[in-house]
């Protein structure tokens, strides 16, 4: 019963190189969340997928930087042309069902990606 | 919008002294749940209990309970009986029935001392 599988757990990309960050999804659950995590700051919500739609995306910038969540496969974060900025630890989140609010539909995460750009 | 506010960057505490985390919350939707993490130096999120916004007993998870006052709008994790294996950062979080997506807090370094 695999958790929710992320990788490359380190990742280190030149400035201007691209890097794709993948996310398999524990077995069954058809919602995936990215989330962006700075040093010593909570975790950012970056765009939530079900299967080949992009449900939320209000925390991804603008440029750059792209997620899919295609029929098959796993969950691709994409960052073009990365900058030192982007340098961050990346989190996958998978869950079951969305609920109402009230009930506990909790996401578990993956182990993150740790994306260090020199 | 939601938002999640932890006032403490950092806390020391004594092994075996129980420690109370505060978390206030700030949202206009009435169904909401409200989570606890964990997140040792290795990195991973390790989720730790669940309060639901219409739940009317205060969630309890073996050593963790969560001390819900909704009119305050805060939702502190209390850990009795602390051990060494607690410290961490710990994060405080929120969904609600309009955005399913987590918003968190900037969380609390916990650290216990032997």
């Known amino acids: 019963n695999a958790g929710v599988m992320q990788n490359p757990r380190h990742l280190v990309r030149r400035r201007g190189q691209e890097a794709r960050l993948r996310c398999s999804p524990m077995?069954?659950?058809?919602?995936v969340y990215w989330y962006r995590q700075l040093p010593e700051e909570g975790l950012k919500f970056m765009v939530y997928?079900?299967?080949?739609?992009?449900?939320?995306e209000s925390g991804m910038p603008k440029e750059r930087f792209s997620a899919e969540f295609p029929k098959e496969g796993p969950s691709i974060l994409r960052i073009q042309q990365v900058v030192r900025g982007d340098s961050a630890a990346y989190f996958c989140?998978?869950?079951?069902?969305?609920?109402?609010?009230?009930?506990?539909?909790?996401?578990?995460f993956g182990q993150g990606t740790r994306l260090t750009v020199v | 919008a939601q938002k999640i506010t932890q006032t403490q960057p950092g806390m020391f505490v004594q092994e075996k002294e129980a420690v109370t985390l505060d978390c206030t919350y700030d949202t206009s939707d009435p169904s909401y749940g409200l989570f606890w993490y964990k997140q040792p130096s290795s990195g991973e999120m390790i989720f730790l209990i669940y309060q639901g916004s219409y739940d009317q007993q205060n969630a309890t998870e073996g050593r963790y309970s969560l001390n819900f006052q909704k009119a305050r709008k805060s939702a502190n994790l209390v850990i009795s009986a602390s051990q060494l294996g607690d410290s961490a950062m710990y994060f405080c979080a929120m969904t609600t029935q309009g955005a399913q997506k987590l918003v968190f807090g900037q969380g609390t370094r916990l650290t216990i001392n032997p």
């Open positions: 077995k069954g659950h058809s919602h």
């Open positions: 989140a998978s869950s079951k069902s969305v609920g109402t609010g009230t009930e506990n539909t909790e996401a578990f």
């Open positions: 997928l079900q299967k080949e739609n992009i449900i939320d």
